[in-house]
């Protein structure tokens, strides 16, 4: 076991003890430690993936292939910056970049299939070429940093890519052997060759090893992403079953049952969606679903609506709902059963809901605590959809 130490948080690596005896795993556990960019991460996960293939070797090519593919999801779904962004909105992340690019050029969806996105980083592979060349400039050999300097001989870790690579092949097997090591090829060629122990640990310990990665990668997003909701959900498409809207379908029509309630864009027969998308609250709150046409519910997709054109047409109907919960046995009723799915949220339960509420209080508690939500999301990436 390892108790890998970052920011005074610890996560405990398990590997099977009997690996201690051949491999630095301490060194192994400290790949990931201080990050410039969240490359590591992405790299790692990949070399991780790839050996799960059986695989003995891989090109820079194959390996950054694969690190695209896997930030796709979150990048394109949900908006994650995967290293924030510089003062004057500027995208610093090259593997985001590369990430944007190739969706600007394939036109593919943000939930494509991994190997949708592969077959398009191949027909588009010259165009991606100076992004994939900036993930290879420092990462490869940053990543076995670790391992450095542990043993009889010692480098200065702001030495060269070319130094740094000689060093981790001189180096390698002397006392320990390495995870992988560097070919003599040049450029996006240029392969790593994997260690036969490490590909045994590594598979033995799958996933233990891919739990830690994403741990570690969440913790890393999450820091650039202070205003993301619920980011441990944003690396990768997720069951529908997370969806959990059934209590509010029924409380909704209750409500109809007893008034006139409208689709807040058409004034037409309704389904339920979210004014704020559900990709970046990542929750069915009841504060946030509405009426709405299901013929718009694909138009609108996972954008915002005009917060000025139609928040107070979405408010008066949650207002609607809300004094038919406070007057009506059956629509409280009703309402109750939205408790474990749908009313998580303390302000919601608390001040929105709370009988004795005037309109004016309604809409002033409801957009006070949305407004915020709305303008993050803006901010993160997401765009206005005009009806």
């Known amino acids: 076991m390892v108790k890998y130490d970052s920011q005074k948080i610890d996560y405990q690596l398990h590997i099977d003890s ?58 394109l779904e949900f908006h994650v910056h995967l290293s924030g962004i510089w003062g004057d909105g500027e995208i610093k992340d090259s593997l985001e970049k590369a990430v944007l690019k190739l969706h600007k050029l394939s036109d593919l969806s943000s939930n494509a299939s991994k190997v949708e996105i592969k077959n398009k980083i191949v027909e588009y592979n010259k165009e991606l070429h100076g992004e994939k060349m900036t993930l290879t400039q420092n990462v490869p050999y940053k990543a076995l940093s670790g391992f450095a300097n542990r043993y009889s001989e010692r480098i200065d870790l702001n030495s060269s890519a070319g130094r740094m690579m000689a060093y ?41 090893i891919l739990g830690w990665i994403q741990y570690e990668k969440v913790r890393w997003l999450q820091n650039n992403n202070p205003e993301v909701p619920g980011l441990v959900y944003k690396l990768a498409p997720l069951d529908d079953k997370m969806r959990k809207l059934g209590h509010v379908r029924k409380l909704w029509e209750g409500v109809l049952d007893m008034t006139s309630i409208v689709d807040v864009f058409k004034n037409e027969p309704y389904d339920v969606d979210h004014f704020i998308p559900w990709s970046f609250v990542m929750n069915d709150e009841l504060w946030n679903l509405m009426p709405m046409d299901s013929s718009l519910n694909s138009s609108k997709s996972n954008r915002l609506p005009q917060w000025d054109k139609f928040f107070m047409r979405f408010a008066l109907n949650q207002y609607t709902m809300y004094e038919l919960v406070h007057e009506k046995a059956g629509i409280r009723k009703l309402y109750e059963s939205c408790y474990r799915d749908n009313l998580h949220s303390i302000w919601a339960s608390q001040e929105l809901y709370r009988k004795g509420n005037s309109r004016e209080e309604f809409y002033g508690i409801l957009e006070r605590n949305m407004r915020p939500v709305y303008d993050s999301s803006r901010r993160q990436g997401y765009e206005v959809w005009i009806l």
């Open 18 to 75: 009997g690996y201690y005896n051949t491999l630095d795993i301490e060194g192994f556990s400290r790949m990931m430690k201080d990050p410039s960019y969240c490359y590591k991460f992405y790299w790692l996960e990949a070399i991780v993936q790839l050996i799960s293939e059986d695989r003995k070797e891989a090109s820079y090519d194959e390996i950054i292939n694969e690190m695209i593919s896997n930030a796709w999801y979150s990048v």
């Open 168 to 208: 981790y092949n001189r180096i390698n097997g002397i006392e320990s052997p390495l995870p992988y090591t560097f070919g003599e090829q040049k450029g996006l060629e240029r392969k790593i060759i994997f260690h036969e122990s490490w590909i045994k640990m590594i598979q033995d310990n799958m996933v233990a």
